[in-house]
Nanobody, 116 residues
């Protein structure tokens, strides 16, 4: 079993920045892919960004060029740097880890609110 703990969410003004962290309870070295997803009220959970073990990244069109996903294997942590935030970025952000074994784990989520 792996626990993923997100942190870094909060209230930010439009145009501001936040960095989310996702700390895993065990090594992410053997992770096939890590991802950030978000779910706004009344909407389905959607993919925000993914990072494969090979270093490939993918972003949804709505966050491309504004968000950056990265990882620190030594800290077993994945980050999501968010800039130029918009009110429509308001959501609960979740971290997902898919291991090479096929096991998938989710964090509990962290709230991001973009409002003036």
């Amino acid at each position: 079993q792996v626990q993923l703990v997100e942190s870094g969410g909060g209230l930010v003004q439009p145009g501001g920045s936040l960095r989310l962290s996702c700390a895993a309870s065990r090594s992410i070295f053997s992770v096939k892919a890590m991802g950030w997803y978000r779910q706004a009220p009344g909407k389905e959970r959607e993919l925000v960004a993914t990072l494969t073990s090979g270093g490939s990244t993918d972003y949804s069109d709505s966050v491309k060029d504004r968000f950056t996903i990265s990882r620190d294997n030594a800290k077993n942590t994945v980050y999501l740097q968010m800039s130029s935030l918009r009110p429509e970025d308001t959501a609960v952000y979740y971290c997902k880890a898919q291991y090479l074994t096929g096991a998938i784990y989710w964090g509990q989520g962290t709230q991001v609110t973009v409002s003036s």
